[in-house]
């Protein structure tokens, strides 16, 4: 049997050009498992489908070796499992010497091994080149005084009043919720913020 496997890494991303690689290879579409998540690990719910249907003498087809996955040891440890544990070929579509129904011999074996040690090991090196630049693209942006994730909600002028009828009890907490537009607990925080900013103990 033919199987296919296509990953996409979020929402944004089209699997179009992966599925058009397996109806060239005359897959059928029934067989062809798509995930749409990071390839950090192997715990991915079609790619386990996929490897219980999987019997000796099938073939696999990815596209690209980053699409089976990024963490060199993992991508070493299930090529293992799938070619010599379950007994199945391998072809990675844009890397011919990825292709374990060819070169069936020592040499081809052993060009294959070689080849797939270097590309998954250049696959993880990018995933981890990414996240650096990702961190030092935000320790730059926090240098130059850009803030990231929600922004602050600002209390109303008035706030130091609105805690005062709060404590008082002249005022409800749905009041509070409509006057400040803000939840119980932002309310809380917030008052607690103005307490210590102000030098008020109680």
Sequence with gaps: MRYGYVRVSGKDQNEERQLFAMRAKAV??????????????????????????????DILYVLSIDRLGRNYQEIQEQWRILTKEIGIDICVLDMPLLDTTKGKDLMG?????????????????????IRKRQAEGIAAARERGI?????????????????????????SMEEIREQCGMSRATFYRKMKEHKLASGTKN
């Excluded at 070689?114 to 981890?128: W, Y």
């Excluded at 922004?151 to 709060?166: E, K, N, T, Y």
Aim: aromatic fraction near 10%.
């Design 28 to 57: 059928e579409k029934k067989r062809i498992y798509i995930d749409r998540q990071s390839g950090k690990d192997f715990n991915r719910p079609q790619y386990r489908r996929l490897v219980n249907r999987l019997r000796a003498g």
């Design 109 to 129: 074996t052993f060009i294959a091994d070689l080849t797939l040690q270097i590309l998954s090991f250049v696959a993880q090196n990018e995933r981890e080149n």
């Design 147 to 171: 803030r990231f994730g929600r922004p602050s909600l600002a209390a109303p002028g008035d706030f130091d009043a609105i805690v005062r009828q709060w404590e008082s009890g002249r005022i």
